[in-house]
């Protein structure tokens, strides 16, 4: 089984639905990410959260949200999808401190209609 | 801000021949430099990494990595590559002054590798 979990892997829904991806780990990190992939464009951080309680914005975080219920889940959510978020999402956990190394999820492929 | 880039977005070779791929990074403070590799169809995978000592760093399937601090640049190498060595190839770097916050990643060489 993967450390990193991501629900869906795939997923098409149209203009202005509500979509929620899901992040699972079991890697015991306290830090976890998301992370969009566009091709050309490497990976751009969505958001990102150190602890429970700690939660902070990426360089691209408007139209998204998350939610991380517990240190071992942490999803995103996009509350009115457009066809411009049409991309690769990746889930990432990494352990606290200077020098720890990303992990990553399988990816959802995520299609706005 | 740290941005990083990566020289080549798509590089064609045939199978033996050698790999450089160039990274450089932007950022005056100390850093932890990165190579992930992405095969068709699945997730980022670490291929190496340098946080401090040897600039010269092993990763797994035989790939190597060179930090030259005076170029900024994180080159990674393979002196003879695979069929199987396919896939996109992404550089990336945190500062290590900040605990790691934030991993910048650059946009990603596509390599193909023709048999």
């Known amino acids: 089984d993967a450390d990193v979990t991501q629900t869906p892997r795939n997923r098409i829904t149209k203009t202005g639905k509500r979509i929620m991806l899901e992040c699972s780990q079991t890697k015991g990190h306290d830090r976890m990410y998301w992370y969009r992939q566009d091709p050309g464009l490497g990976l751009q951080l969505i958001y990102y959260?150190?602890?429970?309680?700690?939660?902070n914005k990426g360089e691209i975080s408007d139209g998204y949200s998350v939610s991380r219920q517990a240190q071992a889940k942490f999803s995103l959510s996009l509350e009115s999808a457009i066809p411009n978020q049409t991309a690769l999402y990746f889930c990432?956990?990494?352990?606290?401190?200077?020098?720890?190394?990303?992990?990553f999820g399988e990816g959802s492929r995520l299609t706005v209609l | 801000a740290q941005s990083v880039s990566q020289h080549n977005h798509h590089v064609i070779l045939s199978e033996a021949a050698s790999l450089e791929l160039g990274c450089n990074y932007s950022?005056?403070?100390?850093?932890?430099l990165f190579w992930y590799v992405q095969y068709p169809g699945q997730h980022l995978q670490l291929l190496l990494k340098y946080f401090s000592g040897d600039p010269l760093v092993k990763g797994i399937k035989g790939f190597e990595a060179e930090f030259i601090k005076s170029k900024f640049s994180f080159n990674l190498r393979k002196p003879s590559v695979q069929w199987s060595d396919t896939a996109e190839y992404f550089c990336?770097?945190?500062?290590?002054?900040?605990?790691?916050?934030?991993?910048?990643f650059g946009p990603g060489t596509r390599l193909s590798v023709l048999p």
């Open positions: 990336a770097v945190n500062a290590a002054d900040n605990y790691g916050q934030n991993f910048v």
């Open positions: 959260s150190f602890d429970v309680k700690d939660i």
């Open positions: 990432a956990t990494s352990e606290a401190g200077r020098t720890g190394e990303l992990f």
């Open positions: 950022y005056g403070g100390t850093v932890n």
